[in-house]
C-alpha cells in the first residue's frame, strides 16, 4: 500500500507521501511515489501516485518523457487539462496489460494526485481515479488523500484549513503519516515532503526524512510523548476519585 | 457501518460500541449493538455486532431466546466454546438466507466481539469472523475492533497496554469512537461502554453518551483542544524564525 496526500491553502500546496510498496510480503521496497514537473516561470506540477506499481511507474515515465519534449503537462492551459490528460495515460496503460489468470485477477488500478500552478490560474490539486475521472478539493475539504487514507485522516479533518500556513500543513502531514505508519505496516519511511508557495511558479521546496531524520524524530517524539500527556489528562469518570 | 472495539486487561475488559445503523442513505437509524448475557456468580459475557442489520439482529435474538431457557451461552465450560457457537449461529443465519439477485449481491456477513468471563477462568475476548473462526487477545495485542476500525486504531496502538487501569481504557475508547464519528458519517452516537472489573463475575458497569451528554462532551471538548495546543507546540523547520 501507500499513502499520500496534498492540501490546498491560500498560501499555497503541501504534498506528502511515503515510499513503502510491497508486491506480496517477499517484495517490500521503496519507492519514490512524488514526482514533479516544473517549468519555472510559467508552471509546477507534483504528481502522487498509489496502486499497482507497474502502472504507476508506466504513468510516471510516460509522462515524463512527454515533459521532456514538450508535451501535454507543458502545454494545457488549465491544470485540471493536466489532470484529463494523466487520467487517460493510466486508462491507457490499464488497458493495455489484462490479467491473464481470470480467476485469480491482479487489480492494475492506480490513483494520482495532481496539484500544481499554471501560469496566473490559482493553486489547486486534483484527485485522479482509475477510471480517468478525477475531483478537486474545496474550501470545505482542503485536503486530498489516496492509498492507505483512514488512519491518518482524524487529524487532517481537525487541522487542515484553507487559511492554514504551508509550515502548518507540512507538520500536520507528518503527523498524519507517522500515525498511519505506526497503525499499517504497508506505509513506511521515508517520507517525501514537497511545499509549493502560491505564485512563486518556482520548484517546490521538497524534504526527505528518514525514520531517524532529526526533525523528524522530533516531531513524533512531541507528538507522542503530548498524546500521552494530554490523555493522562483527561477528565475522570464520576466514580475516580 | 458501525465501530465496536474491546479491550482486554489484566483488570478486567472494556467494551465500547456505537449505534448508527444504515442501510443504504435514506435508512439511517439507531441500534443497540452492545448485549449483555449475565449469570451472576457463574459467567459474565459482552457481544458486539458488525455487519449485516439483519443477520446480527437475527443471531442476537436466537442466543438471548437460548439464554433464557439455558443454552450453550450458559452451558459451556469456556468462552472459546461460546464464541465457537456465536461463529455457528452466525453462519447458520447467513446460509438460511440468500440473494435474489446474483449480479447485484448484498452482504449477508456478519463479525462479532464476545468476551467475558466463565467461572475461574481468566477474563478474555474473541473477534468471530463471518466464516464462524476466530482470534483471541494476546499481551501484544490487547484490543479487538470491528467495523469501521481504521480511524480509531492510531490512539488504541498508543495507549491500550494490558496493565492500563479500566477506566483509562475506556478513556481510550471513548476517545477512539469520537476521532471515528469525527472522520466517517456512518459511525455516530450513542456511544454504549460497558467496563467489566476482572473476577467480579458480576453485571457489568454500563454507559451510554450521547453527542452532548456532559461527560462524554468535556473529554472531546479536552481531547480537541489539547490537540490542537500539542499542534501548535510542534518543532518548526529550520528556515521557520
Keep these: 500500500m501507500t499513502y499520500c496526500l496534498a492540501a490546498s491553502l491560500r498560501a499555497g500546496l503541501v504534498f506528502a507521501a511515503d515510499t513503502r510498496t510491497n508486491a506480496g510480503l517477499d517484495h517490500v521496497n521503496s519507492f519514490r511515489k512524488m514526482h514533479s514537473f516544473v517549468w519555472e516561470g510559467d508552471r509546477v506540477m507534483v504528481l502522487l501516485s498509489a496502486g499497482n506499481l507497474a502502472t504507476t511507474q508506466a504513468v510516471v515515465t510516460h509522462l515524463q518523457r512527454e515533459a521532456e519534449e514538450g508535451g501535454p503537462l507543458r502545454e494545457v492551459a488549465h491544470l485540471s487539462d493536466a489532470a484529463e490528460h494523466v487520467g487517460q495515460v493510466s486508462l491507457q496503460v490499464q488497458q ?6 481470470s480467476a485469480n485477477p491482479v487489480s492494475l488500478e492506480a490513483t494520482f494526485i495532481l496539484g500544481g500552478q499554471v501560469g496566473d490560474e490559482a493553486p489547486s490539486a486534483f484527485l485522479i481515479y482509475p477510471q480517468g475521472n478525477f475531483i478537486t478539493c474545496s474550501e470545505e475539504q482542503p485536503f486530498l488523500q489516496i492509498g492507505e487514507t483512514k488512519y491518518g485522516k482524524p487529524i487532517l479533518d481537525r487541522i487542515i484549513e484553507p487559511g492554514l500556513s504551508l509550515e ?13 505508519m505506526r497503525s499499517n505496516l504497508s506505509v513506511g519511511p521515508p517520507v517525501d515532503l514537497a511545499i509549493y508557495r502560491a505564485g512563486t511558479l518556482e520548484a517546490p521546496r521538497t524534504l526527505r526524512y528518514k525514520h531517524n531524520s532529526p526533525y523528524f524524530a522530533s516531531v513524533r517524539k512531541h507528538w507522542s510523548e503530548g498524546l500521552r500527556r494530554l490523555f493522562d489528562d483527561l477528565p475522570r469518570f464520576d466514580w475516580e476519585s
Design 96 to 101: 493495455r496489460y489484462h490479467s491473464a489468470d
Design 168 to 180: 502548518d500543513a507540512a507538520r500536520c502531514a507528518l503527523v498524519s503519516i507517522d500515525s498511519t
